[in-house]
Nanobody, 125 residues
C-alpha cells in the first residue's frame, strides 16, 4: 500500500519561505509523475506543480512560477516544494499526489492514484 506523507507546513509572514516535503512509502518512485495541489477555504483544489520522477520534465502553475521550486531526492523517495516570496493568497492545504507513470494531464487531479493527507500553509499579511 502506498502512503504519501506531507510535512513542513506552518504559519509564515508574507514574503517568507517554507519547504514542504512529501515522503513516500510502499512504492519506490521511478517514472512516476508526482504533483502538488492546494486547496484554499471555499475553493476547489488546484494544480501547483508536477515533476516526472526520472527528470523528464517539471511544470508549474502560472500563479507560482518563479516563486516555487520542486525537487526530489531519490535516496529518500521524497519530493520537496520550496516556496519563496509567499503571499496571503498562497494560504491553503497543500497535497502531494503520485501516479505510477508519466501523465500528460498532470494538472488534472483525476490523473493521480495516490494522495497524502495534506499540510496547512498559512501566510499572514
Amino acid at each position: 500500500q502506498v502512503h504519501l506523507v506531507e510535512s513542513g507546513g506552518g504559519l509564515v509572514q508574507a514574503g517568507g519561505s517554507l519547504r514542504l516535503s512529501c515522503a513516500a512509502s510502499g512504492r519506490t518512485f521511478t517514472s512516476d509523475t508526482v504533483g502538488w495541489f492546494r486547496q484554499a477555504p471555499g475553493k476547489e483544489r488546484e494544480f501547483v506543480v508536477a515533476i516526472r520522477w526520472d527528470g523528464g520534465w517539471t511544470s508549474y502553475a502560472d500563479s507560482v512560477k518563479g516563486r516555487v521550486t520542486i525537487t526530489r531526492d531519490s535516496a529518500k523517495n521524497t519530493v520537496y516544494l520550496q516556496m519563496n516570496s509567499l503571499k496571503p493568497g498562497d494560504t491553503a492545504i497543500y497535497y502531494c499526489a503520485a501516479a505510477p507513470y508519466d501523465r500528460s494531464r498532470y494538472f488534472d487531479m483525476a490523473s493521480y492514484d495516490y494522495w497524502g493527507q495534506g499540510t496547512q500553509v498559512t501566510v499572514s499579511s
